[in-house]
């Protein structure tokens, strides 16, 4: 017998020019508190067509553009006092999955300003957060549809998820026009990002049908573009064709809905520290330990007798549409990393990385530290 539950309450519309064609979704709102980083929102005029909006409402708008790449917890602190100063009675994320993430926090703050960012974490919440429009610039993170936000707790070099059901966007824009401007290194760590959400919950203890299906769609729609993109590296951006956006956008939301239900495996918080300490970019850090983490579950599938897990492998290895292990070998090529850490370094990382909840989300529930430190090594070792 088959039984699941699933909640994801966002009302999403796919469409080019979808925020001026449905600029009705608007109405009622009198002071909109948009939230973005310093170029994304502009270069690819969706803050254009939210001015538009703005100008045939005659609301009030107040842009709050601090966020940066992995959004630190007192700049949406800031951003919570601000939009709470300012009466906002809507949130507009306009970028990547930093800006969108940082709209949940802000919203959050804002109908909630006896808190503090140290106790952001802590249940229970009082109020509900403010309404949220969500509007995606990248192809990569489906922060649009899941009540997920990674903050960075400041000083720490660590990264920690709030999730509050309040904090869905009410309404998702996916405009594949947004993604044009998206420079080449940028579409692939997002497309990464993307598939390694598709990856993870596919092979979660979490997954439904209803996530396997949208893992599997994305899969389908990211991985064939991914392949596409090694022959676009030194090309125009203007040579990446409207139809590959389309499909990473879809494919990006596609792994946001999956892991809506299941969350994300090891690969994520093992990324963190390559992105918080090293610098590489969110999708390329996680991409650099899914080839592993493939190799664990194909290792466990066989020598485990776990006929399910390896039913689910093989049913996900056919989405791919190519053999498994070309797959690996492009994910490794487009990721593009080769800085390898000594021995001390890892169990630094391991020690940083060891409490994350992701980790309960694979076969084995757990890893111990010596598990994590072999993982490390393989992928970034010496």
């Known amino acids: 017998m088959i039984s699941f539950n699933s909640l994801m309450p966002v009302e999403i519309i796919f469409d080019k020019n979808c925020v001026l064609k449905n600029k009705e979704k608007f109405n009622g709102f009198k002071k909109l508190f948009i939230v973005s980083d310093k170029s994304s929102a502009i270069l690819s005029g969706a803050l254009n067509d939210i001015m538009s909006i703005v100008k045939d409402t005659k609301a009030e708008f107040y842009i709050f553009d601090n966020i940066q790449e992995n959004p630190l917890l007192s700049v949406c602190y800031e951003g919570g006092k601000a939009a709470c100063d300012f009466g906002a009675d809507l949130i507009i994320g306009i970028g990547g999955g930093s800006p969108l993430d940082a709209a949940k926090v802000i919203a959050f703050f804002a109908a909630n300003p006896d808190r503090t960012p140290e106790d952001l974490f802590n249940l229970p919440y009082e109020n ?48 594949p026009k947004y993604t044009l401007s998206l420079p080449y290194n940028v579409t692939v760590s997002t497309a990464l990002d993307a598939l390694c959400h598709c990856i993870e919950s596919y092979l979660s203890v979490k997954s439904t049908p209803f996530s396997i299906a949208y893992a599997s769609l994305g899969i389908k729609s990211v991985y064939h573009n991914l392949e596409k993109l090694i022959d676009l590296k030194d090309k125009p951006i203007s040579e990446i064709d409207y139809s590959v956006r389309e499909e990473l956008l879809l494919g990006s939301l596609c792994g946001g809905i999956a892991i809506n239900t299941t969350g994300t495996c090891f ?41 399910e897990l390896n039913k689910n492998l093989n049913e996900m290895y056919a989405a791919f549409d190519t053999p498994i292990e070309k797959a690996k070998e492009t994910i490794k090529i487009l990721t593009d990393y080769h800085e390898k850490f000594d021995d001390e370094t890892l169990k630094f990382y391991v020690s940083k990385v060891k409490t994350a909840k992701n980790f309960t989300n694979s076969y084995k529930k757990i890893l111990t530290d010596d598990e994590m430190f072999e993982i490390y090594k393989k992928c970034v070792g010496k």
């Open 267 to 307: 690969p994520h918080p093992l990324g963190y520290n390559i992105t918080l300490i090293n610098g590489l970019p969110h999708g390329k850090a996680c991409a650099l330990f899914i080839g592993e983490f493939l190799n664990i579950h194909e290792t466990a599938a066989k020598n485990l007798d776990m006929p």
């Open 128 to 175: 509900p957060s403010l309404p949220i429009f969500a509007i995606p610039t990248t192809a990569g993170t489906g922060s649009e549809a899941n009540p997920y936000a990674i903050m960075t707790l400041d000083g720490q070099d660590l990264k920690k998820t709030f999730t509050y059901i309040k904090s869905y966007a009410q309404t998702a824009f996916l405009d």
